[in-house]
């Protein structure tokens, strides 16, 4: 059983910062990929960022130079640094990572989801 736990999240005003993090925990071999990804009423889930266990990152051209994501591979868990909120960047953040289980001769690979955490930005 694999379990991603987020925290960070909350009401800032316009302009503020948050720090999102998320941790994976459970029987975990190996996780790959984690990333952060958000949802605003009425919209589609859209990714924010994803960083791999060697530091590659993607993130949305719209958010860069305002949010940053980095990881610490020994506590698998992974950061998003928000800055220079804006009304519109509310929404549910979702941590998301691939996290290899298993052992021996049997691995098995497999998308997981957290529960999300609520970053409203308003005044």
């Known amino acids: 059983q694999v379990q991603l736990v987020e925290s960070g999240g909350g009401l800032v005003q316009p302009g503020g910062s948050l720090r999102l993090s998320c941790a994976a925990s459970?029987?975990?071999?190996?996780?790959?990929?984690m990333g952060w990804y958000r949802q605003s009423p009425g919209k589609e889930r859209e990714l924010v960022a994803s960083?791999?266990?060697?530091?590659?990152?993607i993130d949305a051209d719209s958010l860069k130079g305002r949010f940053t994501i980095s990881r610490d591979n020994a506590k698998n868990t992974v950061y998003l640094q928000m800055n220079s909120l804006k009304p519109e960047d509310t929404a549910v953040y979702y941590c998301?990572?691939?996290?290899?289980?298993?052992?021996?001769?049997?691995?098995?690979?497999?998308?997981?989801w957290g529960k999300g955490t609520l970053v409203t930005v308003s005044a």
């Open positions: 998301n990572a691939f996290v290899v289980t298993g052992g021996g001769e049997h691995y098995f690979g497999m998308d997981y």
């Open positions: 459970g029987s975990i071999f190996r996780v790959n990929t």
């Open positions: 960083i791999t266990a060697g530091g590659g990152i």
